[in-house]
């Protein structure tokens, strides 16, 4: 199947700075990718919605200006958490969808994580 | 607004024992379902997908139903073994634009050698 990837798949930074996450289609292109926070022992939450060449379309109650993303290729999107505090830390995980499948969800392929931890 | 909902939170079996795991949502106008399984600290791994119209899927020892009517999915484990522990999460698909999932909390497995 699809392969996703994501960099680093763990972090830890200190309050105040930012820091990029990125989700890579190791073979395929992806017009669609898909942010999601996953706190401990939580159900993962949809963050953004991140298109090709598009602004993202952010979930109710997340911070646009917080979590930049940027979906400037077919193979990539980035998710910059700005001026991190504590309580950012949590899983993020990216999927992405290939279109050549169809626009259904079952060809949403999800990134292994990364585990950000602010100090 | 799509709630999914799983029951239990978590459940430990001993080895061999057949399991059932419970997911409910609570808008039955769904296009598919899904159920994941995420080992610790990993991403996901799909492991069935019911479309609206299916009742069930099986894969090995899996098998998952669906009753869009009643808003309820199960995943039926038979005779688990010590590498099915993980977490379990279902995932409804409500169709429309960007078809965006909806996560349960999950249900954390555990079982016992």
């Known amino acids: 199947g699809a392969v996703v990837s994501q960099h680093p798949s763990r972090v830890i930074c200190k309050s105040g700075t930012s820091v990029k996450i990125e989700c890579r289609s190791l073979?395929?292109?992806?017009?669609?990718m898909f942010w999601y926070r996953q706190f401990p022992k939580q159900s993962l939450m949809l963050m953004a919605t991140?298109?090709?060449?598009?602004?993202?379309?952010?979930e109710q109650g997340v911070e646009k200006d917080k979590f930049l993303i940027n979906h400037a290729s077919l193979t990539l999107s980035t998710l910059t958490v700005t001026s991190a505090h504590p309580e950012d830390s949590s899983f993020y995980i990216c999927?992405?969808?290939?279109?050549?499948?169809?626009?259904?969800?079952?060809?949403?392929?999800f990134g292994p994580g990364t585990r950000l931890t602010v100090l | 607004k799509q709630e999914v909902t799983q029951i239990p939170a978590a459940l430990s079996v001993p080895e061999g024992e057949n399991l059932v795991l419970n997911c409910s949502f609570t808008?039955?106008?769904?296009?598919?379902l899904q159920w994941f399984r995420q080992d610790p600290g990993k991403g996901l791994t799909s492991l069935l997908l019911i479309q609206s119209s299916q009742r069930e899927q099986t894969s090995g020892r899996l098998n998952a139903s669906l009753d869009k009517s009643s808003g309820r999915s199960t995943l039926y484990i038979a005779a688990s073994q010590p590498g099915d522990s993980a977490t379990y999460l279902c995932?409804?698909?409500?169709?429309?634009?960007?078809?965006?999932?909806?996560f349960g909390a999950g249900t954390i497995l555990r079982v016992k050698s």
């Open positions: 999927s992405a969808r290939d279109p050549l499948s169809g626009l259904t969800s079952d060809t949403q392929y």
């Open positions: 808008d039955s106008a769904i296009y598919n």
């Open positions: 991140s298109n090709e060449g598009s602004k993202a379309t952010y």
């Open positions: 995932a409804v698909d409500g169709g429309g634009y960007g078809n965006k999932l909806v």
């Open positions: 073979d395929f292109q992806a017009t669609t």
